[in-house]
């Protein structure tokens, strides 16, 4: 198929929906579209077009992403029923509704994560990667396997009885454990045990053979050695159970140092209430008693698992000795221009702005940046916001050696990015010993703008370079996730930038932003005025187009603003990844709106937004966005966010004909939403070409990274005609 069929293809037909669309029936509800993409992210563990070893690690994530939705959402939605609170959602469901629907949707979800691993089980057997019990073990495997407990497993056990003496133990969260009916041999007299497995060994104990990989569950091996834990006792049931607690945070509002009261929230979250457990299917039924008295759950809290417990945990089967069941190995490009200027990153620049599209340029370049402005001896400072990074990361240790050097350095570390919170301590503490500014931001606004800024002198001027994100400076997550880069020297872009930086050093707001719109103070009222201007432009008999891309959409003012977009006759084209309240292709209501989620190798997590500007897209003439920010009510009103125009020619060009061209046009990894909030895969014909964005890119270079070659031969999905 010709990739451009997709773009002049026509809106599919609306449907009528008997429901009352000027109410809380025009939105579908928040968790039960996460639930709906974790869905789609399972789907492709059961995708045969994917590898094996691939498809186990969709598997894998589909686990861990259920994990932190229920320590987060659901604890967040349980708290609120718990206290009685009946406020709906937007959708209209009361919390209490919401876990009745979550807890219906999330059981059949997990049933089908087992019926998967069955199935990937036994293909892995068949390509020579077996899982074992302990009654598969041959004669040989024992001696291999106790000489492994003893030496690297039984020093960190504890294994713990149960009984007046010795009270029930905490379970941390995410807390694995073995609960036992043992009897001792001498009297028959009873004891109750816990035995916690340890998260610091891998799940998965390698059993060697002569050909092929065979693996044991560490917990199979604690069985097999129980005798060496409990001497003089014999095992007379057992059961193995699983906890997650909530997770979020509350913090104080007036916390007076904010890294302690920060320090003291981690402790809290270890001790937060038990939100599910799943729990061995036929468990003992004193055991399953005993465990679920202690800990306080209900029934309806507790999953029972006929299968393997952990599921997240499956990712260490992805052997990298297996590249035959993996991805084609894929070697993130670097731009030619910074070829051609020997490495040089801010000759690159000074050339002219240059957009990188992560993971298809390598993110190498803006590590490469900062190393290069912490050696450069003409630079005088940097600033840089931090909301996620890695845990040895090359950038801290570029700003360090930046400040040592005696460079001004100011880093913007955002101690509220969730799960990170600990690491992000003892960044800022490496920071500050190295001689940087420190700073945390607002206490009720998370920092999730990605901005950096090096100033450099260059004869008798000061020049600002200046760095835009769509994702996080994390060298780890950038080869899997697309985001963009935007490099600029452009003097409005740097003024802007520092600007944003003393708004949050120092609560100036920033006034005469010659680019950037921001929230919480207009980054939400610019991108409203921008799609009631494409609804003018229909009613002035111009053609009126928006695409976006982004990975959340629930924001009711700009839901809205959409629905009556297009009831003016607005053409509205989305890609969301994730979270989608807004229902599209429901006559009278959403009639030119289509949605569609694309999910593959990588992760969609670039924020870009084209408003046609009077004319059809793709076009030069668009009105062309990248931003921090998604549409979400959390990131538009209560966040720091950045919305950057594109003015640049072939960085729009890039954006508008090769990027979002593309992500439209794809069919091969798609899925289509539904009036009901539901999704399906975009159908395939047998036998044409299903176009993948993903394989686009990773085939083609971007237009503004191109050198001294140019940028002619670069593919574009354009119209011939603008």
């Not at 840089?384 to 001004?408: F, H, W």
């Not at 924020?607 to 979400?632: E, Q």
């Amino acid at each position: 198929m010709n990739p451009t069929d997709f773009l002049e293809a026509p809106f599919p037909d609306s449907v009528e929906i008997d429901e009352d669309l000027t109410g809380p029936a025009r939105f579908y509800n928040r968790e039960l579209s996460w639930l709906g993409f974790n869905w789609r992210v399972l789907e492709e563990a059961d995708n045969p077009k994917v590898p094996l070893l691939e498809r186990l690690r969709f598997l894998s994530i589909s686990a861990s992403n259920l994990d932190e939705f229920y320590t987060v959402r659901v604890a967040g939605l349980r708290e609120l029923a718990h206290a009685g609170t009946t406020t709906p959602s937007l959708d209209g469901l009361t919390p209490a509704r919401q876990l009745v629907l979550i807890d219906e949707d999330a059981r059949a979800l997990m049933a089908r994560q087992q019926d998967v691993f069955d199935r990937l089980s036994a293909e892995m057997r068949a390509q020579g990667i077996a899982l074992l019990t302990r009654d598969q073990l041959e004669t040989d495997d024992i001696p291999h396997l106790e000489d492994v407990f003893l030496r690297n497993v039984f020093p960190v056990l504890s294994p713990l009885a149960v009984d007046p003496a010795h009270p029930f133990p905490f379970i941390p969260n995410e807390g694995f454990v073995l609960a036992l009916q043992l009897e001792r041999s001498t009297d028959r007299r009873p004891l109750r045990a816990l035995l916690p497995v340890p998260q610091q060994i891998p799940r998965f104990i390698n059993v060697p053979t002569d050909g092929g990989h065979r693996f044991l569950p560490l917990e199979e091996l604690l069985l097999l050695h129980l005798g060496r834990l409990f001497p003089g006792y014999r095992i007379k049931g057992h059961c193995a159970f699983r906890v997650l607690r909530d997770s979020d945070l509350e913090l104080e509002e007036e916390a007076e140092d904010l890294v302690r009261e920060f320090e003291t929230a981690l402790k809290r979250r270890r001790r937060g209430e038990v939100v599910r457990m799943k729990l061995s299917v036929n468990a003992p039924p004193a055991l399953k008693s005993m465990v679920m008295e202690e800990l306080h759950v209900t029934e309806d809290e507790v999953v029972e698992v006929e299968g393997l417990i952990g599921i997240a945990s499956l990712s260490e089967l992805v052997l990298d000795s297996r590249p035959d069941l993996l991805w084609p190995p894929y070697t993130p490009r670097v731009p030619e221009r910074v070829q051609d200027h020997d490495g040089d990153m801010f000759a690159a620049i000074r050339q002219k702005d240059m957009l990188l599209h992560h993971p298809y340029e390598t993110f190498d370049m803006v590590v490469r940046f900062l190393k290069q402005a912490a050696a450069d001896p003409d630079v005088v400072a940097i600033k840089q916001t931090l909301y996620r990074t890695s845990r040895n990361s090359p950038i801290v240790e570029a700003l360090c050696e930046a400040a040592e050097d005696g460079k001004s350095v100011t880093a913007l570390v955002e101690l509220k990015a969730r799960f990170d919170e600990a690491a992000n301590i003892r960044q800022s503490r490496r920071l500050e010993r190295a001689g940087a500014h420190v700073v945390y931001g607002f206490l009720n606004y998370k920092t999730h703008a990605k901005i950096s800024t090096v100033v450099r002198r260059e004869g008798d001027q000061l020049v600002t370079y200046t760095h835009y994100g769509t994702g996080n400076y994390h060298p780890i997550t950038a080869r899997i996730y697309t985001d963009l880069s935007l490099f600029t020297c452009d003097a409005r872009l740097g003024r802007d930038a520092t600007k944003v930086f003393n708004y949050l050093s120092g609560y100036a707001q920033p006034e005469g932003l010659e680019n950037l719109a921001i929230s919480p103070i207009d980054l939400k009222q610019r991108l409203i005025e921008r799609i009631e201007g494409e609804a003018e432009n229909v009613r002035a008999g111009k053609p009126g187009m928006i695409w976006a891309k982004m990975n959340s959409l629930i924001e009711e003012d700009v839901i809205d603003a959409l629905y009556a977009a297009s009831q003016a006759g607005v053409k509205i084209s989305l890609v969301v990844r994730g979270i989608c309240g807004l229902r599209p292709g429901i006559k009278g209501l959403s009639d030119n709106i289509r949605v569609k989620s694309i999910i593959g190798r990588f992760l969609e997590h670039s924020r870009i937004v084209c408003f046609g500007n009077g004319h059809d897209l793709p076009s030069r003439r668009a009105k062309v966005y990248i931003s921090s920010a998604d549409w979400m009510g959390r990131n538009l009103n209560r966040r720091v966010e950045t919305l950057i125009e594109i003015t640049n020619p072939t960085v729009k060009a890039q954006i508008v004909s090769q990027i979002m061209a593309a992500n439209m046009a794809d069919v091969a990894q798609s899925w289509i939403m539904g009036p009901d909030g539901k999704f399906t895969r975009a159908p395939l014909e047998e036998g044409v070409f299903a176009f993948s964005c993903h394989r686009f890119f990773m085939e083609n270079p971007s237009l503004s990274g191109r050198g001294s070659a140019g940028a002619a031969d670069v593919p574009q999905l354009t119209h011939t005609d603008d």
